[in-house]
């Protein structure tokens, strides 16, 4: 019986997400995907000039054959400095790719995001961006069972369902959009605080005719809050949380995360965190920072009733994250704490 409740969850799970009212993708390591969390965050690179990364996620490997897989790359830099007084724009790119379970339900999304960033004086910098996107998503039927084809013991994908699909391919364009701003009164503290939403444009997101609201894809609104404090020559730490909200969904998750001086000028570093999403999953993290190329591996451990069934396994990330400076750019200094 337990067995049969574990598979008829996990077939609600993958149902609600074809769904478009099912939250969208997140990484645990969320400030390590500053693309999708707020645009505005685009070429807002206080210690850098440009920035790429990349970043997986596997979750609920324990539970499915086919654990959900998201991966995503992004690439963003800082343009114009020389030409804005007091500001510059940021150009930024990227690709989300996902992969949920047996039924091949698969996401593909690419945006192109910009924003504007103004400093105010010399200790604080508003921004303001947006990025825009098309997205696509697709689906094989025949991989699915859906719960009335539950004959009481197992599920039988021979049996008749009212489960009917119009197409197996949906797609739309999507609009976020979102504004940062940034506190540094001195070069030890640094605190920024952020506001953004997705979806602004509400696409429609659907494998059936049904030309009702269904699949209307809800706004999501996302804050976020952090600061970096550099409490001596070999240890800065950086606390922060982040909040998000989409239809009855929402997700608020904080921590913090500390780096540990091992050379002269901080050219390598050790990572150590420890994050809590409430009442889902307690998130250690640790990381190496190698002459601006920064790894960082974090786990879920699940907490919420879950647990009884993935035995508190819940998803792992890793992150990859390349920062630099352009030659023009030798000698100038950051906006944020650094050894």
């Known amino acids: 019986m337990k067995l049969q409740l574990t ?11 074809i769904n478009a009212h099912a939250q969208d993708l997140h ?13 505005a965050n685009t070429g807002f690179i206080p210690d850098a000039d440009y920035r790429l990364g990349v970043q997986y996620r596997n979750q609920w490997s324990a539970l499915v054959n086919a654990p959900y897989k998201t991966m995503t790359a992004f690439a963003d830099a800082q343009v114009f400095r020389d030409r804005l007084e007091n500001g510059w724009l940021g150009l930024g790119a990227v690709v989300l790719s996902d992969a949920a379970g047996s039924g091949n339900l698969r996401s593909t999304k690419v945006y192109g995001s910009v924003a504007y960033h103004q400093m105010l004086g010399f200790s604080s910098l508003l921004s303001a961006g947006f990025n825009i996107g098309y997205a696509n998503k697709r689906v094989d039927p025949s991989k699915l069972t859906f719960p009335d084809q539950f004959n009481g013991e197992f599920f039988e994908s021979g049996l008749p369902t009212q489960a009917v699909f119009s197409n197996t391919s949906t797609s739309y364009f999507d609009l976020h959009a979102g504004i940062n701003y940034a506190y540094f009164p001195q070069e030890n503290v640094y605190i920024n605080a952020g506001y953004s939403i997705s979806h602004v444009n509400k696409p429609r997101e659907t494998f059936f005719n ?8 809800p706004m999501r609104h996302i804050g976020f809050v952090n600061a970096i404090l550099k409490l001596n020559d070999q240890v800065i730490i950086s ?11 929402t997700e608020l998750q904080g921590g913090v995360q500390a780096n540990f001086n091992l050379s002269e000028a901080g050219e390598m570093q050790v990572i150590g965190g420890l994050y809590y999403r409430h009442k889902d999953a307690v998130i250690p993290m640790a990381g190496l920072v190698v002459n601006n190329l920064n790894f960082t591996f974090s786990y879920d451990a699940t907490i919420s009733s879950l647990r009884n069934f993935n035995n508190y ?9 390349k920062k630099g400076f352009y030659p023009s750019s030798a000698g100038r200094e950051t906006l944020c704490p650094r050894f």
């Open 7 to 17: 598979i008829l969850s996990i077939g609600i799970v993958a149902l609600s997400a």
């Open 27 to 39: 990484f645990s390591q969320y400030f390590n995907s500053p693309l999708t969390v707020n645009p």
């Open 210 to 217: 049904n030309q009702s609201e269904n699949g209307i894809i």
């Open 239 to 249: 606390p922060n949380a982040y909040f998000s909200i989409q239809s009855k969904a």
């Open 313 to 321: 396994r819940g998803a792992l990330e890793f992150s990859l994250i």
